[in-house]
């Protein structure tokens, strides 16, 4: 059996692993400026709707991503606010890196 720090370390690798693709970062950073249609965000994306599908399986598995259907429209959203906060960190955590390296090279 396993023990809770365990499992939150499973889950957390989880969401992780949903973070580590470009086109999925693309699509969180698309779904921060609000709910979009999937046909919308392949046009955005340049990819194809079953790599667009397959993207959204996994980000809505590890709970990031919701969907909702509308007819036959399908409208996804971010599942929470924090979902923003963490691609925003991330981002950060890439200027300071960046500028770091600028100032290493001179």
Same mark, same amino acid.
């Given at each position: 059996?396993?023990?809770?720090?365990?499992?939150?370390? +499973?889950?957390?690798?989880?969401?992780?692993?949903?973070?580590?693709?470009?086109?999925?970062?693309?699509?969180?950073?698309?779904?921060?400026?609000?709910?979009?249609?999937?046909?919308?965000?392949?046009?955005? +994306?340049?990819?194809?709707?079953?790599?667009?599908?397959?993207?959204?399986?996994?980000?809505?598995?590890?709970? +990031?991503?919701?969907?909702?259907?509308?007819?036959?429209?399908?409208?996804?959203?971010?599942?929470?606010?924090?979902?923003?906060?963490?691609?925003?960190?991330?981002?950060?955590? +890439?200027?300071?890196?960046?500028?770091?390296?600028?100032?290493?090279?001179?």
């Amino acid at each position: 059996m396993k023990d809770k720090n365990t499992e939150t370390y +499973l889950r957390q690798a989880t969401i992780c692993k949903a973070f580590a693709h470009p086109t999925r970062l693309q699509l969180l950073d698309a779904l921060v400026r609000g709910e979009r249609g999937v046909s919308s965000l392949q046009k955005v +994306l340049h990819v194809t709707k079953t790599n667009l599908s397959q993207h959204l399986a996994l980000l809505k598995s590890a709970g +990031l991503v919701v969907c909702r259907r509308d007819g036959r429209q399908v409208h996804c959203s971010l599942a929470m606010p924090q979902v923003k906060r963490v691609a925003g960190t991330v981002r950060d955590i +890439l200027r300071l890196q960046d500028s770091r390296n600028r100032r290493a090279q001179r």
